[in-house]
Nanobody
Framework: QVQLVESGGGLVQAGDSLRLSCAASGRTFSNYGMGWFRQAPGKEREFVAARWIDGSTYYADSVKGRFTISRDNAKNTVYLQMNSLKPEDTAVYYC????????????????WGQGTQVTVSS
């Protein structure tokens, strides 16, 4: 099982950028697909982005063109670069990992981080 720890959240203004990091440990990181999800108050958790082991990436329509997911296998870390942030991006962001791409995208990953808060003020 892989363990995940997110960092990088904070309070920013609309239009600002923020980069989230997710450090993984415990298993062979390069064998896992990685994803980011978010959950706003009173809403269900939703898919944000995913990156498969072959480098392919997937994004929610709401963040396409603004967010970029990347990974550094040497550092066992996945990143979420968030640009042009909007107040509606405010949520707790979670990192997820699984050896099946479908699990990563559907939100049924076997491993989850504890979450990091992102707040975007208008």
């Amino acid at each position: 099982q892989v363990q995940l720890v997110e960092s990088g959240g904070g309070l920013v203004q609309a239009g600002d950028s923020l980069r989230l990091s997710c450090a993984a440990s415990g298993r062979t990181f390069s064998n896992y697909g990685m994803g980011w999800f978010r959950q706003a108050p009173g809403k269900e958790r939703e898919f944000v982005a995913a990156r498969w082991i072959d480098g392919s990436t997937y994004y929610a329509d709401s963040v396409k063109g603004r967010f970029t997911i990347s990974r550094d296998n040497a550092k066992n870390t996945v990143y979420l670069q968030m640009n042009s942030l909007k107040p509606e991006d405010t949520a707790v962001y979670y990192c997820a990992a699984d050896r099946l791409l479908v699990s990563v995208i559907r939100g049924t990953s076997s491993a989850w981080g504890q979450g990091t808060q992102v707040t975007v003020s208008s």
